[in-house]
């Protein structure tokens, strides 16, 4: 069963300019057309269009999905690719999550040196300081 773009848009909760970007970046083969030049979503994109959805929400770009749908075409083949992706891409958060991590201990710091009632503020001197 086929869906308008609206519709498809809407069961994925992306608007309709995404999913042309998406066809147009390639992430989506293009998709075919009704009688009145509208476009219409199959099954195959709509399971194409969530696995980009999937891809995205455990961190890989729209670059890195790109590499992945073209490994997924030959999964066996492709299995320590994509695993090497996988790591790569755990690895990256790890050091995002040291780096944030710091990030909070050092604005913890401040707000703890802050009283928000003196004449001078202890985070502008920090932030000055550095």
């Given at each position: 069963?086929?869906?308008?773009?609206?519709?498809?848009?809407?069961?994925?909760?992306?608007?309709?300019?995404?999913?042309?970007?998406?066809?147009?970046?390639?992430?989506v083969?293009?998709?075919?057309?009704?009688?009145?030049?509208?476009?219409?979503?199959?099954?195959?994109?709509?399971?194409?269009?969530k696995?980009?959805?999937?891809?995205q929400?455990?961190?890989?770009?729209?670059?890195?999905?790109g590499?992945?749908?073209?490994?997924?075409?030959?999964?066996?083949?492709?299995?320590?690719?994509i695993?090497?992706?996988?790591?790569?891409?755990?690895?990256?958060?790890q050091?995002?999550?040291?780096?944030?991590?710091?990030?909070?201990?050092?604005?913890t710091?401040?707000?703890?040196?802050?009283?928000?009632?003196?004449d001078?503020c202890?985070?502008?001197e920090?932030?000055?300081s550095?």
């Open positions: 069963m086929e869906q308008l773009i609206g519709k498809t848009a809407e069961v994925l909760g992306l608007s309709p300019d995404t999913l042309r970007y998406y066809e147009k970046i390639g992430l083969p293009r998709v075919g057309k009704n009688r009145s030049g509208r476009r219409t979503y199959s099954e195959k994109d709509m399971a194409r269009l696995f980009v959805q999937r891809a929400s455990i961190g890989f770009s729209l670059a890195e999905i590499q992945l749908l073209k490994l997924r075409e030959n999964p066996l083949k492709s299995s320590k690719a695993r090497a992706m996988a790591q790569r891409k755990c690895a990256d958060m050091k995002q999550i040291r780096t944030l991590k710091t990030m909070e201990a050092e604005l710091l401040l707000l703890n040196l802050c009283s928000g009632n003196s001078n202890p985070i502008l920090r932030l000055d550095h």
